[in-house]
């Protein structure tokens, strides 16, 4: 009796220990299959953050790009008609440019400026003396509507007020000289240096002398502009005409058929008749059409305008010379310029606008002959 219950009892413990060892494995599965599904829960959720993450990312570059897209297009609404015409181009379309000097910081100069704009140039032409500032920061600033149309004239006060000043403007324009030319669709535009060597043997000269003769010589050219800042011509105010500098290229602009010289230096505004070279007494042109406006391209001589009244303080107009067609003084604004075609005639029309209500105060007209006219 007692060795059939040692024997049930042995059986028991064994069976015992068999489901022990039993349990204890499958608790040790159980366990890593809950540590296997909890990592695998993890991995998934892991995937489904990357995934989730790549796709706003991949939304958030089409929503970029499609901003993009309405900013180009915006930009191009802007600039509609508004810019440079491409390199090269010749077509024979109408444009308009404006020019002015002496700008300044003023609340004059922004108003300036702010007018230029409604009348949408294609070429914006500062006539000198930008920022009266140690530096051009703040006439940079307030002309940066204009920053791809801009083609500057040098002053006194940028050339002549320090060294860093005048590189600020070469960097920001690109010139390595204070001179140089450039074409816009049918016209050529020049832009002296009166602040650098100018005789006949310098450089500048030679440059002039050359381009000139190019440009009157190329069918494709029909009017030609030349930029500068001190006036050759001036009734009696502020400063006195550049009487050398003159003398030696107002005879080279009647050679080559010069259109128009605009010019700064003296705070006001004054307008020349159509005149030419006189040899005989060189302070005193000859007038060769006596009429306001309306004048002949082609034989009548050239137009000169000072247009110093972009910003800075007037100077007082003390007389009026003979060959003057027109002058004012106390009013800022600019000149603006408009070529229009036709065949076989192309028109330039100039406008003085002040800036009070945009009031004309000048207009006058000269017409010619286009070079390569079309014969029907």
């Keep these: 009796m007692v060795h059939n219950i040692s024997k049930t009892i042995a059986i028991i413990v064994a069976f015992s220990a068999i489901a022990f060892v039993f349990t204890s494995s499958l608790i040790t599965s159980i366990e890593h299959i809950a540590q296997?599904?909890?990592?695998?829960?993890?991995i998934d959720k892991i995937l489904k953050d990357v995934k989730k993450k790549l796709k706003d990312k991949?939304?958030?570059?089409?929503?970029?790009?499609?901003?993009?897209?309405?900013?180009?297009?915006?930009?191009a609404k802007t600039d509609y008609g508004y810019g440079f015409s491409d390199e090269g181009d010749t077509k024979r379309e109408d444009f308009n440019f404006v020019a002015a000097g002496d700008y300044g910081c003023s609340k004059n100069t922004k108003n300036t400026i702010n007018n230029m704009k409604d009348k949408k140039p294609e070429l914006v032409l500062p006539l000198g003396d930008l920022s009266v500032d140690n530096t051009a920061t703040c006439w940079l600033d307030l002309i940066a509507p204009f920053d791809d149309k801009l083609q500057i004239t040098f002053g006194y006060h940028d050339v002549k007020n320090g060294e860093s000043k005048l590189n600020q403007y070469k960097e920001a324009f690109g010139l390595d000289k204070l001179?140089?030319?450039?074409n816009y669709r049918h016209a050529h535009f020049i832009v002296m240096s009166t602040l650098s060597e100018f005789d006949v043997t310098s450089d500048q000269y030679k440059f002039i002398e050359k381009d000139l003769k190019d440009a009157s010589e190329n069918e494709n050219i029909d009017w030609i502009v030349v930029t500068g800042y001190g006036p050759f011509y001036t009734s009696p105010t502020a400063h006195p005409a550049k009487n050398d500098i003159r003398n030696i290229y107002h005879p080279l602009f009647d050679r080559y058929g010069v259109d128009l010289?605009?010019?700064?230096?003296?705070?006001?505004?004054?307008?020349?008749?159509?005149?030419t070279f006189n040899v005989g007494k060189t302070s005193n042109p000859t007038v060769?059409?006596?009429?306001?406006?309306?004048?002949?391209?082609?034989?009548?001589?050239?137009?000169?305008?000072?247009?110093?009244?972009?910003?800075?303080?007037?100077?007082?107009?003390?007389?009026?010379q003979s060959y003057m067609a027109k002058q004012f003084e106390g009013k800022f604004g600019f000149l603006d310029i408009e070529i229009s075609n036709g065949n076989p005639h192309t028109k330039l029309t100039g406008i003085f606008y002040d800036n009070i209500e945009g009031g004309i105060q000048d207009s006058f007209t000269i017409e010619k002959e286009i070079k390569n006219k079309i014969i029907e």
């Design 36 to 42: 296997a599904t909890s990592l695998k829960k993890d």
């Design 58 to 75: 991949d939304n958030d570059e089409k929503e970029d790009e499609k901003e993009d897209e309405k900013e180009d297009e915006k930009e």
């Design 179 to 182: 001179y140089y030319s450039f």
């Design 261 to 275: 010289v605009l010019q700064g230096h003296n705070h006001n505004y004054q307008r020349t008749y159509p005149i």
């Design 288 to 320: 060769t059409n006596t009429f306001a406006t309306g004048y002949e391209g082609n034989k009548d001589g050239i137009v000169y305008a000072v247009v110093g009244t972009a910003g800075e303080g007037f100077h007082p107009l003390e007389g009026q």
